[in-house]
């Protein structure tokens, strides 16, 4: 009894957090605030790798290949990511492996008149010793800058589940993420800040305010501070230093690497690194 209990707590909790977590380094050092039109169309070259590792508290660790490319006027990118969650074990002293996997597929449009549109579709398989959890994840999203590419404004929806298989009894209701951007790029090339409010569910929000500086096109220096406005513990009036990120972006042509750290107060630091070759 104990056993199914534990499998249904880790079902609610565990079934839709790949869909939800860091998209790349850079994302995981502005707090997780970029949306997959940005992760896919912020590219300099037009074929790349890349490959992400990301360490959580509880010794989770989140990895992530991707592969992009540019077809007449699309932006095109693959993924495929696993969350491990390692060796398990209930109050019987069971041992169980529970882990995750999503294989992606985002598609973005970009127009003349800096208009772009996008969709992603993933296919998303939890496991939690021989139970197993399928679903659809979704996204869309629109993108759009002025004619100096000073402002850009974007609207995103996103972690849109429909499950295919459960291993549970009880109906999980997975909320869509609507995710409202504005980035202002400064004067000084490469240098911006970015305002992201997040929409979870009535009661779960997130307000980001995220910061980069670049230093002879080579190191992007990123930062980021989040807030909760909705929750309970709102962290309006809150410790600065709770819900905030930092990372560095070093570029050396074909090859860039990143590296991020995230501090929450709740459960700790999440520290990450990518490498990405650029092939042309």
Not at 82 to 105: P, R, T
Request: charged share 15%; with cysteine.
């Amino acid at each position: 009894m104990m056993y199914i209990f534990l499998i249904l707590i880790l079902s609610i909790g565990y079934s839709s957090q790949i869909s939800t977590i860091s998209r790349d380094i850079n994302d995981l050092s502005v707090m997780n605030s970029n949306h997959f039109i940005q992760d896919v169309t912020n590219r300099e070259q037009n074929n790349y790798y890349r490959l992400s590792l990301i360490q959580f508290p509880a010794n989770i660790l989140a990895s992530k290949l991707s592969y992009g490319f540019i077809y007449n006027g699309y932006f095109i990118q693959s993924n495929l990511s696993n969350i491990n969650y390692g060796k398990l074990q209930n109050s019987d002293g069971d041992s169980f492996i529970a882990s995750e996997n999503l294989l992606e597929l985002a598609i973005v449009k970009q127009y003349d008149n800096n208009f772009s549109i996008g969709s992603s579709l993933g296919y998303s398989e939890s496991k939690i010793s021989d139970y197993i959890n399928q679903s659809l994840v979704h996204g869309i999203g629109i993108q759009k800058s002025d004619k100096d590419n000073k402002y850009i404004t974007s609207l995103a929806i996103e972690n849109m589940i429909s499950t295919i298989k459960s291993y549970s009894n009880i109906a999980i209701d997975y909320s869509p993420y609507i995710t409202l951007g504005l980035q202002i790029n400064m004067r000084q090339l490469g240098n911006s800040m970015a305002f992201n409010y997040i929409i979870c569910n009535d009661y779960d929000d997130e307000f980001i305010i995220s910061t980069k500086t670049q230093i002879k096109e080579i190191l992007d220096l990123y930062m980021a501070k989040s807030f909760y406005l909705l929750r309970e513990d709102s962290t309006m009036n809150q410790s600065i230093f709770d819900n905030l990120s930092f990372g560095i972006d070093m570029n050396l042509n074909p090859y860039q690497f990143n590296c991020g750290m995230q501090y929450h107060k709740d459960y700790g630091f999440i520290a990450g690194t990518s490498l990405t070759i650029n092939i042309k």
